[in-house]
């Protein structure tokens, strides 16, 4: 996978989870969520999408350590829960936020998140 790819492009309104199906349609053919953005909260498109991979739909099961490709699910507490998301490559996560797409290593993720759930497909 060419990160620099990733890296150059900015997303619509839910930046993480279009970065996500993007990253799948385009390296793994393999992924189909289907969803709208029009008029969603960031925590209801968060829902929708985690929903989809925890009813396995897809093919996706929970992993306790990322393998490259997995979907890593984020939250910055408990309290807010899961509301971010990106792929794990190569040690890091690719994610995307409003305004810029970031590789960042898995150590700085963790400093920044407080819930990280890994999911890859069977």
Excluded at 25 to 36: M, Q, R, S
Aim: hydrophobic residues 45%; aromatic residues 10%.
């Amino acid at each position: 996978m060419d990160t620099n790819a990733y890296l150059a492009k900015q997303y619509g309104p839910q930046p993480c989870w279009e970065l996500v199906a993007d990253v799948y349609a385009t390296e793994l053919n393999a992924i189909a969520v289907d969803y709208k953005t029009v008029n969603r909260s960031i925590r209801e498109m968060s829902s929708a999408f985690r929903i989809a991979i925890h009813k396995a739909a897809h093919g996706f099961v929970q992993v306790a350590d990322p393998v490259d490709m997995a979907i890593v699910l984020l939250g910055k507490s408990d309290t807010i829960g899961i509301h971010h998301c990106g792929i794990f490559y190569q040690g890091k996560v690719l994610h995307a936020l409003p305004n810029v797409t970031l590789y960042e290593d898995l150590s700085t993720i963790r400093d920044g998140y407080a819930l990280i759930e890994y999911w890859t497909k069977q």
